[in-house]
RNA sequence: GGGGCUGUAGUUCAGACGGUUAGAACGCCGGCCUGUCACGCCGGAGGUCGCGGGUUCGAUCCCCGUCGGCCCCGCCA
């Protein structure tokens, strides 16, 4: 349905083959205006769609010679009456192909400068032009067709979450700055000098809240702020989908989330997604995959070799895994012909950007025979073990790493998907959705030199590993849970600690005093103590779902207006310096730069 | 903080050992054209070669710096 803003218009979209005959008045923008001398034609655009609009010499009207002053982009109102295309003439590239509108009467209502590039250009257009005029690449079918779909998927979400239950409610963006996760963004108080609020980097303590008001099921569609770097898929204001549910298990959050995603995919794709999703363990995605958002679209499966070179006559593979580390390899189809000694040269500084120290190699040879690299290290029966675990046939690659379990999974899993783009081995039209579940509760950060959480602080541990919380903690798992669309996370959340003096043995152990927990999330730890249901929850990366949904590849594209890579707005030119009198109002004074 | 690619007409790009007047396509302006739909044909205008400095008789080209854009690493609980 469409909306044509006033009862003195007709939208294109509304003019269909009963319409011929009928005199109706249109408004919109002129669109390839087509000049034939006698005749001229135009494409009028709205915001339902496209009409051809015929201006005839012949006609005794004064119509034509306001059609000579049209240019593109012009907005006009035009009066006439609907006709069938004569035959041959029709296009069927346009919906109204059939049809046109003879005009009687033309207006201009706005003229348009000269364009500083072309609506629909197929060339590709320097992004930051595009930027500074944000409105007029909106009027392009592609982002125009992408902030409706964004605004479709948004209707979907509201209806499924509304028919189930679920409040929308708002949540603050002036709150408290957390000095745990990313970086915030700070507003300094006019009415408290010397205070900042930070704007949220997501709503976590304050629906964790809701749940303690008793609200038991919350959702909201809500920017977040972080101020780190950009990345495609990372902008400084990004948007959520945040859900929290009281008295749910795992299970829970999962189906419901399925279900959200089923009905999604059918109101805006049209399509039938198939659940559940497939479950993933965290160290199955990372000792299989080696990342914690496998792209499972491809194989390239990351083999574990340990056992095959215990005795191995090289010295760095039983160096290795004397001092504990790991002999792991990946092996490429088809790379004795594909890959170059020059692309093992590019593959090995790829490796070392991502932390490996080298790239042990070998080819199988059409003989089955292994040829190059390390080949003359491998004994016979390693051999034979050695293809049956990583599947190697004649004329593949096989690539190893040598190193930590950690530090090689990390680097296979890079490399793996850098092979697998640079050889295009991803398919592009398959969507695989999975969850990644048993992710650990705490990591050692060498940085902080200490154990810090995976996800967050509230995250609860897993019922059965409480026992040892202190004595082991990084071998504790904790009840969360990943979302994973192609390799992007697209979604994570987990069962929340509703118990303040679990809350504080987990404080204990990220070396956080009590003193400086209360002063972080005493807010939190206070209504925890007041009866907290337990509670878990969820959130949802909309700009990456819709980037792959609409197969973009920056979400830039998928936002109506984004910032470009050093977070600057070139339509509005945010951010930008501030008058002496505001800083002043504030109590803030600048440092000079050297 | 680091690595890579990049900046020439309004737009997308080409260009030259360092040497008269820096090209093309699209767009724009003017003219012609009655069935086009990325209309066609003819003509024309349009450039601080990102910015600053250096080398040079001479720099858009070489060198140094700087600003911007994109991709990536770090970072993003």
């Not at 067709?145 to 949540?171: C, M, P, Q």
């Not at 920056?554 to 600057?568: E, G, H, L, M, N």
Request: aromatic letters at 10%; hydrophobic letters at 35%; a negative charge.
């Amino acid at each position: 349905m469409t909306y044509s803003g006033a009862s003195s218009r007709t939208l294109s979209g509304e003019i269909s083959e009963e319409a011929a005959g009928r005199e109706y008045t249109l408004k919109g923008w002129v669109m390839h205006f087509r000049d034939h001398g006698g005749l001229i034609f135009i494409d009028l655009r709205d915001y339902s769609g496209i009409i051809q609009v015929v201006f005839d010499e012949n006609e005794k009207n004064e119509s034509f010679k306001s059609a000579k002053k049209l240019k593109n982009e012009y907005v006009i109102s035009v009066t006439g009456v609907v006709r069938r295309r004569p035959a041959g003439t029709e296009n069927s590239n346009l919906k109204t192909g059939n049809l046109e509108i003879l005009a009687a009467s033309v207006s201009i209502l706005n003229t348009c400068e000269t364009l500083p590039f072309q609506i629909d250009e197929e060339t590709d257009v320097n992004e930051l032009t595009r930027l500074k005029y944000r409105y007029l690449d909106l009027r392009s079918k592609r982002l125009r067709e992408n902030i409706i779909f964004r605004s479709d998927f948004a209707h979907a979400v509201r209806d499924f979450l509304g028919k189930k239950g679920f409040y929308d409610i708002e949540t603050p963006f002036l709150t408290k700055s957390t000095p745990e996760g990313s970086r915030d963004f700070l507003v300094p108080s006019r009415l408290n000098q010397g205070h900042f609020y930070a704007l949220p980097q997501s709503p976590q303590l304050f629906k964790q809240i809701l749940m303690v008001s008793g609200f038991e099921r919350y959702y909201q569609i809500v920017r977040c702020f972080r101020d780190e770097d950009l990345r495609a898929d990372r902008q400084p204001e990004f948007t959520q989908l945040d859900m929290e549910m009281s008295f749910v298990e795992m299970k829970d959050v999962i189906r419901l989330s399925e279900e959200l995603f089923e009905s999604i995919f059918k109101k805006v794709l049209g399509a039938e997604l198939a659940t559940p999703f497939r479950v993933l363990d965290y160290d199955e995605a990372m000792n299989t995959y080696g990342s914690d958002k496998p792209d499972t679209r491809f194989n390239l499966l990351i083999a574990n070799l340990s056992d095959i070179f215990k005795d191995s006559s090289m010295n760095l593979f039983r160096d290795t895994l004397s001092k504990g580390g790991v002999i792991k390899s990946i092996c490429l189809p088809g790379g004795y012909d594909i890959v170059s000694r020059k692309d093992i040269d590019e593959l090995l500084a790829v490796v070392k950007d991502f932390g490996g120290k080298g790239l042990a190699w070998t080819k199988v040879s059409r003989d089955g025979s292994l040829e190059g690299g390390i080949s003359k290290f491998i004994n016979a029966g390693e051999k034979n073990s050695l293809l049956t675990k990583t599947g190697g046939k004649p004329g593949d690659i096989i690539f190893f790493q040598a190193d930590s379990n950690k530090t090689s999974n990390n680097v296979l899993g890079r490399l793996r998907l850098y092979l697998a783009k640079k050889y295009n081995l991803i398919p592009g039209e398959k969507l695989d959705m999975l969850w990644v579940v048993n992710f650990p509760l705490f990591e050692y950060s060498e940085e902080e030199k200490r154990i810090v959480s995976v996800h967050h602080p509230f995250t609860a541990p897993a019922m059965n590993d409480l026992k040892y919380l202190e004595t082991e903690p990084l071998s504790v798992k904790s009840e969360s849970y990943d979302l994973v669309l192609n390799g992007e996370e697209i979604g994570g959340g987990s069962l929340r600690i509703h118990d303040a003096s679990l809350q504080e043995r987990i404080f204990k152990i990220l070396s956080i005093s009590p003193e400086d927990a209360k002063v972080k999330f005493g807010f939190l730890l206070d209504a925890l103590s007041f009866g907290a249901p337990p509670h878990g929850g969820i959130a949802f990366g909309i700009d990456r779902i819709l980037m792959l949904l609409r197969n973009e590849h920056s979400i830039r594209d998928v936002i109506a207006f984004p910032k470009t890579q050093k977070a600057y707005c070139p339509l509005s030119e945010a951010p930008s310096g501030v008058t002496e009198a505001q800083l002043k109002e504030l109590g803030i004074r600048l440092i000079k730069k050297d």
